[in-house]
T-cell receptor, first 115, second 116 residues
Framework: QKEVEQNSGPLSVPEGAIASLNCTYS??????FFWYRQYSGKSPELIMF????GDKEDGRFTAQLNKASQYVSLLIRDSQPSDSATYLC???????????????FGKGTHLIIQP | EAGVTQFPSHSVIEKGQTVTLRCDPI?????LYWYRRVMGKEIKFLLH????????ESGMPNNRFLAERTGGTYSTLKVQPAELEDSGVYFC??????????????FGAGSRLTVL
């Protein structure tokens, strides 16, 4: 049974600080890792994906992957109130998509950025 | 470009009734996925279409659920007869295929199903 674990929160961070969201996964065969942001009542929206160990940066967002520790994180720099949402971690055990497997999601972390 | 569209946004039915959810993927996306989120649980994979073919339906809960994608365009997910435990939000997602080795999915806003 593949599992993706996230702290449900809420995680409260002051505006302008760095928000750090963490995710662990059980399947060592996992190859692709995704962070989605979901506002209440809206669709999950892809923020970043990563599949190589190390850091990947995109604007204020940095995804970090450590396959040995089966750990993936998302850092949000200069947090804004508009970043307040639920952040979903998802993993996929196939390197290339369109194949037989879907994403395995965590329950999500509720992030609150305090003005 | 238009996103993934789902209809209805919310459906309230009684136990034993039938409900059909519809998903219109992004035009040109061959891959179409159905996911479900039950209250308090994580989003779970139900099935995956590549064009009109079911590529993987390992996540379908039981034979009360029937998904179709005739012509490889829009898809429907029928629940018949509905049970209380079927309540949740049903998400549809589509993708064009691989991009930098990862399958990037675009999700719809979901169809909330409430079974009374």
């Amino acid at each position: 049974q593949k599992e993706v674990e996230q702290n449900s929160g809420p995680l409260s961070v002051p505006e302008g600080a760095i928000a750090s969201l963490n995710c662990t996964y059980s399947d060592r065969g996992s190859q692709s890792f995704f962070w989605y942001r979901q506002y209440s009542g809206k669709s999950p929206e892809l923020i970043m994906f990563i599949y190589s160990n190390g850091d990947k940066e995109d604007g204020r967002f940095t995804a970090q992957l450590n396959k040995a520790s089966q750990y993936v994180s998302l850092l949000i720099r200069d947090s804004q109130p508009s970043d307040s949402a639920t952040y979903l971690c998802a993993v996929k055990d196939k390197y290339s998509g369109g194949g037989a497997d879907g994403l395995t999601f965590g329950k999500g972390t509720h992030l609150i950025i305090q003005p | 470009e238009a996103g993934v569209t789902q209809f209805p946004s919310h459906s309230v039915i009684e136990k034993g009734q039938t409900v059909t959810l519809r998903c219109d993927p992004i035009s040109g996306h061959d891959n179409l996925y159905w996911y479900r989120r039950v209250m308090g649980k994580e989003i779970k994979f139900l099935l995956h279409f590549v064009k009109e073919s079911k590529q993987d339906e390992s996540g379908m809960p039981n034979n009360r659920f029937l998904a179709e994608r005739t012509g490889g365009t829009y898809s429907t997910l029928k629940v018949q007869p509905a049970e209380l435990e079927d309540s949740g939000v049903y998400f549809c997602a589509s993708s064009q295929g691989t991009k930098f080795g990862a399958n990037v999915l675009t999700f719809g806003a979901g169809s909330r199903l409430t079974v009374l």
